[in-house]
């Protein structure tokens, strides 16, 4: 009998140890898991792993012939100044402004519009490096006081300073071992969200348990905080703390995944909190508190949003006044403005606001320039309001706008080398496997041939009720230029067409999203957009699952695979940091049908003896949100079945995070590997 021939990888790739006797018990399915010691991220066999992967892969990448000019083309494309939206507290003007090539953005203030900005936080001074990011701040209402979050290293875990508006001085009080907490103001201090410290050698891994809110009067140290809510019946609750305008009431959100939130309320005088929603089946975002009555949007009893006003003292739906009914467009956000009600929708992903009174008539939509997103931001105590906006080929730009007359104007437009005529932006609405049909974008240059020989990029992330939308980046632009085709996927699990939509995504119904996206693929090449030899896929966090579980579905479908900072372990991400928040979406391996349904697509466990994609893994060592472990194990995995010749790597960013605060020195120089991989695996060669 003739033996079948084998094929061997053209790269050799690191030795990693398998651990045989690591065997886990799944309801009497045993599931062996070789590469557990890689979870250990303190590890000296760990660190010498990365060591000999990264060895691999950037000597790899620094042999690509098109690295040096792609990273030179965007260093050239990201160099323009760029601005956040203004907003406006105690009379002051705050905003973000990057002058072009600035690590980390600055934060201004000006005391009018006509003011002289002034520098209040420069983060790129307080590392060499730029690692050391400004995250979110929050202004007392007299405007005296702001306390701000910084991180380091891209991590979650934050740490709260305070500043004087009025002198610059700095206070002498920090508050640490901060994450996923806001500040809110009442009297003189506030109230903000940590947990206790973690186990030496745990704080990038351990899980994170026993949420707390405290209140932190200003003048005193941390452990002079007081404990405001906890629950210690429930280690696996986040709690976040809300003062309305009149700082009269606090209210705490209370959270077991990443949506639903129960509400309990406490009035200034009142002894303790009452419960006001209960379940953790909806979503609510809290607007005012007048006399005893939350104005609210939520979807309970509205899967698409509407905005309600709700009596704490009898506070059962049945006792809610609506004042904006739900829409067949997803409200997405409402905020006060120049004693106005700004509702912000989605139709078709793409932004819409129209304008309210308080008691919900419709006053006026504000014209946007094309389909888009925006961001809006106003101040009940002022007429002026901002409103940026941004499309695949609209640069964001902020417009000032009259909240009397409905105006509208550019207040800061970016000058940058881009000439948007050049490219067009279609959307198409595709059938899925099960006929739904969804939304995809497809952003190239005019003239484009369909012969099915075009670069193409497919971008994904299809969860958590998160709306992929439309928006500008000058990273994509070294793609576009040369010829390439951008094709932006708005599948099931996201909250592109409300709660409906994000539930048919979710636990065991998770296999509609690859199923979305694997049919976006499918009609990208039917329609001779392209073909699977020039399709590369692309996904960030449950983005990254995304292209993991494409990809050991359907190899045969694309030519590069690009999962970053992945979920790629499905039976054990809700035992690190903050996974088990996820379980709303993914379910659990401890629940048997949704183990099950887990096994069926988790990327780790479906890797076989095959030929793949060219493979790039992206992660990073302080990642913890989704820990570097879940790459680690995959790539491990893929490296060890893979048996074709194009390459299966992984890049390990060094003091760099999930992605939010990353320098933007180290984002151009991941963004030119990731290029430079892609360009020679499709074939496109720099005009």
């Not at 009431?249 to 949506?259: D, G, N």
């Not at 105590?381 to 509208?408: C, H, L, Q, V, W």
């Not at 292209?547 to 035992?575: N, S």
Request: net charge negative; charged share 25%; proline share 4%.
């Amino acid at each position: 009998m003739a033996c079948e021939k084998i094929e061997k990888p053209a790269f050799t790739y690191p030795e990693t140890r398998k651990d045989s006797t690591v065997i886990d018990d799944y309801f009497g399915t045993k599931i062996a898991d070789p590469y557990r010691w890689l979870e250990d991220d303190n590890s000296e066999e760990t660190a010498d792993w990365v060591k000999r992967q990264n060895e691999l892969t950037f000597g790899y990448l620094s042999t690509l012939p098109q690295r040096a000019k792609i990273h030179s083309r965007l260093e050239k494309l990201y160099n323009y100044e760029r601005f956040g939206t203004p907003f406006q507290k105690g009379g002051k003007f705050f905003f973000y402004k990057n002058d072009g090539m600035q690590n980390q953005s600055v934060f201004y203030v000006q005391d009018s519009l006509n003011g002289e900005p002034r520098v209040l936080i420069d983060p790129n001074t307080l590392s060499e490096d730029g690692t050391v990011a400004l995250g979110g701040t929050s202004v007392s209402k007299n405007g005296q006081f702001m306390a701000y979050q910084l991180s380091a290293s891209g991590s979650d875990w934050n740490e709260i300073h305070i500043l004087d508006l009025n002198s610059g001085e700095e206070l002498n009080e920090v508050i640490k071992w901060v994450k996923f907490s806001g500040v809110s103001w009442k009297g003189n201090g506030f109230f903000y969200s940590r947990y206790d410290a973690p186990e030496e050698g745990k704080a990038y891994s351990g899980k994170n348990e026993f949420h707390k809110v405290y209140y932190h009067e200003l003048g005193t140290s941390q452990a002079e905080d007081e404990l405001i809510y906890w629950n210690e019946s429930e280690p696996l609750r986040n709690y976040y703390a809300w003062t309305p305008y009149s700082e009269d009431a606090v209210v705490i959100f209370e959270s077991q995944s990443t949506s639903g939130v129960q509400l309990y309320y406490k009035a200034d005088g009142a002894e303790g909190f009452t419960q006001i929603a209960e379940g953790f089946d909806h979503e609510y975002g809290l607007l005012d508190h007048v006399d005893g009555k939350l104005l609210a949007n939520t979807n309970n009893g509205a899967p698409n949003y509407r905005v309600v006003s709700i009596d704490v003292k009898n506070p059962q739906p049945e006792n809610w006044i609506e004042l904006i009914p739900q829409k067949v467009e997803v409200l997405e956000g409402v905020q006060l403005a120049g004693g106005k009600l700004v509702c912000s929708y989605l139709k078709d992903v793409a932004s819409q606001i129209n304008i309210h009174e308080l008691d919900g008539t419709f006053l006026r939509s504000v014209e946007l320039p094309t389909k888009g997103s925006t961001g809006f931001s106003g101040s009940r105590e002022s007429n002026t309001a901002f409103y940026s906006f941004t499309s695949y080929t609209y640069p964001t730009t902020i417009f000032k706008y009259d909240m009397r007359s409905g105006e509208s104007e550019v207040f800061k437009a970016p000058a940058i080398d881009f000439d948007a005529s050049e490219y067009e932006v279609k959307q198409v609405f595709y059938p899925s496997k099960d006929g739904t049909k969804i939304p995809m974008f497809i952003v190239h240059r005019k003239g484009l041939e369909l012969d099915g020989n075009n670069p193409c990029l497919l971008y994904g992330y299809g969860g958590f009720n998160i709306s992929v939308t439309p928006s500008f980046s000058a990273d994509r632009l070294v793609f576009l230029e040369n010829g390439g085709i951008y094709a932006q996927a708005n599948m099931r699990g996201g909250g592109e067409y409300g709660e409906e939509w994000h539930e048919a995504g979710t636990k065991l119904k998770k296999q509609n999203v690859f199923d979305d996206f694997i049919s976006g693929a499918e009609y990208l090449i039917k329609e001779k957009y392209t073909s699977s030899d020039k399709l590369a896929i692309s996904g960030r966090s449950n983005g990254g699952l995304l292209v993991g579980a494409c990809m050991t579905q359907r190899p045969d479908l694309y030519k590069v695979c690009l999962p970053a900072v992945g979920v790629q372990d499905m039976l054990r991400f809700h035992k690190f940091t903050i996974g088990w928040a996820w379980t709303g979406d993914y379910g659990s391996s401890d629940n048997k049908d949704e183990f099950n349904a887990l096994q069926a697509y988790s990327p780790l466990h479906n890797v076989k003896s095959q030929a793949y994609p060219a493979t790039l893994v992206t992660t990073a060592d302080h990642d913890d949100r989704v820990v570097p472990a879940h790459s680690f194990k995959f790539i491990s995995e893929l490296q060890d079945k893979h048996t074709g010749d194009l390459p299966v790597m992984i890049r390990v960013d060094v003091d760099a995070g999930h992605g939010a605060g990353k320098p933007l020195s180290k984002t151009i120089d991941e963004s030119a590997d990731v290029w430079a991989f892609v360009f020679e695996h499709l074939g496109v060669k720099i005009e």
